[in-house]
């Protein structure tokens, strides 16, 4: 039984982590009704820029390295929208994917051309983790599953008890009414992008801070939020956050079940599914911010 | 304006024709982007290296070689597009192949079909050995590693591992062989389970390590997945013996996984460094990359461009039989700095296997 427990556990935070990837996903989504497919790369560049800043010749401690981190990789997704995704919205709705396609290679490339595509790592010393009742949680995870009910719970808040979220989830039902109605779209949008970059950024420093860095580590975690965002309905971002603490908990129980050498093919056995039974998700209340 | 075009290409053409006719050229698909590209940049500089030697020794009869690298993003399809376009735009008869096994495993047929010779310097699978006639590989085949690994588990008296493989070409074959020849040992094995290429959690695999209880865990992987799964047993204390293959063995699996790494022992095809030809590989790597250490496998890439000189000098001509006829006359007897490249029916070379293991955060000989 232990086993399972423990099982459990990790998947509840290894999806806690997608869930911060998938809401960023999901709030672009349901704003501008595309795929962002460099979504991806913000992950890689939240993680990097940290790199950056905590390493020489700056040599920051890590949680004033994140901070500066984050903003910048906020203003590499404003910029995305600014100078690419905003002149092409008028347009066919394929521009916009084909041009998130190419943005993501650029993104990623730029990444290995600035910092190389060997392996990084922050060298933490590896420490035994903290046993619980025969469970153990490192404090890495731990920081993880905290920072992500941490900026889960800003965005609730922010979402439903100001004039600012208010206005997003207005924009999010109907993009011109909302604009009919006075709502200042540049400010919607760059809260949008701003958003999305931050919580990308973010999953993508405790990914790091897990693990290590490498080029293609949004790249990889990308499908992840993309069966957590058609889980949850596209769009939707508690159904966003659902989803990715399902599929963290169901790839990692399913280990139990098959060989873990298979463990991809839950997240993408899910979006098949999905796609083909339930296309507005699992919790598909409605679609929309909501 | 499109017939100035057409002109202009044609004579371009032609000019690159003329530049190239005095180079002897041969092609690389090497990973220089994409998951593997953390070995293919090493890969490259001992290319390198080998082709600056066979140049200042006055090249290939009187003309300079080059290498004409494709990267391959790490990827089989990758690896098609690149050797498609060095056989039907390049033309070139001779192509080192991609490492990681199922890269390889995806061009030889093409490689085959079109009378190119491919060589491996890094790719293990006991499969290539079928690959066909104009295949060939400086580096031993895994059908001689995977024994070596039962042997190893079964020295140290382990009877009873759990066994866990990078899920690909390599990493399977690999731990077939490994399997059949440590169940006729007497060897009983607890759990075996493939694991994914490129996670960075593996915490649930670990649990399911745990849950068998083993004295030692045989873990045939590479380093970024052996590195994380060392420090996610660390981090949940597993206690076990872990047993690694040669891919593995990296001064970057100690600086990934740092103390978790401590203790692993693994085997590796080796050779000896006593040699003059390793001693020598050795200073004119110092030399030319003073701040690099020698990366893995770099000493194959380096025999490989070596013998393939060799080879080209020996041919009677450019056509694809003669070619083969002379690589299998330039590996009879070649000592190379990885020892001796004598091929067999298959186009495979021998190999000795060593010992290794972490100790203090370095990578030292088992003993």
């Avoid at chain 1, 501008?32 to 950056?52: C, D, K, P, Q, V």
């Avoid at chain 2, 079928?130 to 590989?137: I, M, P």
């Avoid at chain 2, 007497?186 to 996670?199: M, N, Q, R, S, W």
């Amino acid at each position: 039984m232990s086993y399972y427990l423990q099982l459990l556990l990790n998947g509840v935070i290894a999806g806690s982590v997608y869930a911060l990837f998938a809401v960023g996903l999901t709030l672009v989504y349901g704003v501008f009704r595309f795929i962002n497919f460099s979504h991806g790369e913000l992950i890689t560049w939240g993680a990097y820029l940290t790199l950056m800043f905590y390493t020489p010749p700056f040599s920051w401690p890590l949680f004033l390295s994140a901070i500066p981190a984050m903003a910048l990789t906020a203003v590499i997704g404003f910029s995305q929208d600014f100078f690419i995704y905003r002149p092409l919205r008028r347009g066919n709705p394929i521009t916009l994917l084909i041009a998130s396609i190419g943005l993501s290679y650029m993104l990623r490339n730029a990444v290995r051309f600035i910092w190389g595509s060997d392996l990084r790592t922050f060298d933490f010393p590896p420490a035994r983790g903290m046993e619980f009742g025969g469970y153990y949680v490192t404090g890495i995870q731990l920081l993880m599953l905290a920072a992500a009910v941490f900026f889960l719970a800003i965005l609730y808040l922010g979402l439903t008890r100001t004039l600012w979220g208010k206005s997003l989830r207005a924009t999010a039902d109907n993009l011109e009414l909302a604009a009919i109605m006075g709502i200042s779209m540049p400010r919607v949008s760059a809260s949008v992008w701003i958003l999305a970059s931050v919580f990308a950024a973010a999953g993508g420093i405790l990914l790091a801070l897990d693990t290590n860095l490498e080029p293609v580590m949004g790249a990889t975690n990308l499908i992840k939020a993309f069966a957590a965002v058609l889980l949850g309905g596209a769009g939707n971002v508690w159904g966003a956050l659902l989803g990715g603490l399902f599929i963290g908990i169901a790839e990692n129980l399913g280990v139990a079940f098959f060989s873990p050498g298979y463990k991809d093919l839950v997240a993408f056995a899910l979006i098949f599914l999905l796609l083909l039974f339930r296309p507005r998700g699992l919790f598909g209340l409605l679609t929309g911010v909501r | 304006m499109k017939r100035w075009t057409g002109i202009l290409a044609c004579t371009w053409l032609l000019l690159s024709g003329l530049v190239s006719a005095a180079e002897v050229k041969v092609g690389s698909i090497t990973p220089l982007s994409g998951k593997l590209s953390v070995y293919g940049e090493g890969f490259q500089q001992a290319m390198l290296l080998a082709l600056e030697e066979v140049n200042a020794e006055g090249g290939i009869k009187g003309s300079p070689m080059r290498i004409v690298f494709e990267d391959n993003n790490s990827a089989a399809a990758g690896s098609v597009s690149a050797i498609q376009k060095l056989i039907t735009i390049d033309k070139l008869p001779i192509l080192f192949g991609p490492a990681a096994s199922s890269n390889y495993l995806a061009v030889c047929p093409i490689a085959q079909q079109n009378k190119t010779i491919l060589i491996a310097a890094e790719s293990a699978a006991a499969e290539i050995s079928k690959c066909g006639s104009y295949n060939f590989r400086v580096f031993p085949s895994d059908a001689l590693q995977g024994i070596g690994v039962a042997e190893l588990t079964h020295a140290l008296k382990f009877d009873q591992v759990v066994l866990t493989y990078i899920n690909n070409d390599w990493g399977v074959g690999l731990a077939e062989i490994f399997k059949k020849k440590f169940l006729e040992s007497g060897g009983k094995i607890l759990d075996d389970f493939a694991h994914d290429e490129g996670k960075t959690d593996y915490r649930s695999e670990v649990l399911r390590v745990r849950k068998s209880n083993p004295k030692a865990v045989v873990n045939l992987t590479y380093i970024k997945e052996g590195a994380t799964i060392l420090k996610q047993a660390y981090e949940s204390d597993v206690k076990t013996q872990w047993l690694m293959g040669s891919a593995s063995k990296s001064p970057k699996l100690i600086e990934l996984a740092g103390e978790a790494a401590e203790g692993v022992i693994g085997t590796y095809p080796t050779f000896s460094q006593e040699t003059p030809q390793y001693q020598a590989f050795k200073a004119a790597w110092e030399k030319k990359y003073p701040d690099k250490k020698i990366p893995v496998f770099g000493e194959y890439n380096y025999d490989m461009v070596k013998l393939t000189a060799k080879a080209l000098r020996l041919a009677k001509s450019m056509s694809p039989e003669d070619l083969r006829q002379a690589m299998i006359e330039a590996g009879k007897g070649y000592a190379g700095v990885t020892g001796d490249k004598t091929f067999d029916a298959n186009g495979d070379v021998g190999a000795v296997y060593g010992r290794w293991t972490v100790k203090q955060q370095a990578i030292q000989d088992y003993k």
